[in-house]
């Protein structure tokens, strides 16, 4: 799919197939995360990868029934803004490269066949501070929005190859480990 295919035909899914993501893929995806632009380049977003039944659930639980879809799906991540990293005069625009970095994932799995939902968080405070409890997040790391990911439960799109491996350049790979976390924070 090119991009304009991959905008375009992209809905949210939320029932799932049994079928699980494979690691490239995931990874292609939080690459996409981190590769969206963010104010004075501050690259405040963090992530929190959850795979486990236990987690997702626990995830599920604490974003409110709206957050259904995650009991159902193969990976939930976590976006969050780290105000430790955001722009000092303005911190708020973490808001902004929250939303980026979350659509950015959400168009890179589409393009593999992969479908996801948007469940919102911020500025749902009952959901921010009981994601901040379940995961012991740090004062400075403000849960943005969660995404549930997995291959629709009805095939919707021809599948491709391409991974962030394949297309993209060193010019534009922002990847930074130490803004993943998986299962946990530590
Ligand atoms: C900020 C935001 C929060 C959302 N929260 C939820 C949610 O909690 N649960 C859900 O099932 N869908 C949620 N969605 C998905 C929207 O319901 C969906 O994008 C909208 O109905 C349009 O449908 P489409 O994504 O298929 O185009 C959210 C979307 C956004 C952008």
């Known amino acids: 799919m090119n991009a304009l295919e991959t905008i375009f035909s992209r809905k949210s899914v939320r029932e799932f197939a049994d079928r699980p993501i494979s690691d490239e893929a995931l990874d292609t995806i939080l690459r996409a995360g981190m590769s969206g632009p963010s104010c004075v380049n501050a690259r405040d977003?963090?992530?929190?990868?959850?795979?486990?039944?236990?987690?997702?659930?626990?995830m599920a639980?604490?974003?409110?029934k709206p957050a259904e879809p995650l009991r159902r799906a193969?990976?939930?991540?976590?976006?969050?803004?780290?105000?430790?990293?955001?722009?000092?005069?303005?911190?708020?625009y973490w808001i902004?490269?929250?939303?980026?970095?979350?659509?950015?994932?959400?168009?890179?799995?589409?393009?593999m066949g992969i479908g996801s939902v948007w469940l919102g968080t911020y500025p749902q405070m009952d959901r921010v501070e009981a994601l901040g409890k379940l995961f012991a997040l740090p004062e400075s790391v403000i849960p943005h929005s969660i995404i549930a990911f997995g291959y629709p439960?009805?095939?919707?799109?021809?599948?491709?190859?391409?991974?962030?491996?394949?297309?993209?350049?060193?010019?534009?790979?922002?990847?930074?480990?130490?803004?993943?976390?998986?299962?946990?924070?530590?």
Do not use: P
Request: glycine share 8%.
């Open 96 to 111: 902004i490269d929250g939303a980026i970095a979350a659509q950015n994932m959400v168009l890179a799995a589409w393009s």
């Open 74 to 92: 193969d990976a939930g991540v976590l976006v969050c803004g780290d105000l430790g990293c955001a722009f000092a005069r303005a911190k708020d």
């Open 45 to 58: 977003g963090a992530f929190l990868v959850a795979r486990g039944k236990e987690t997702l659930n626990r």
């Open 153 to 186: 439960a009805q095939a919707q799109t021809a599948e491709t190859d391409q991974t962030a491996e394949t297309v993209q350049t060193a010019e534009t790979d922002h990847w930074e480990a130490s803004r993943l976390h998986f299962e946990t924070w530590q």
């Open 61 to 64: 639980d604490a974003n409110g």
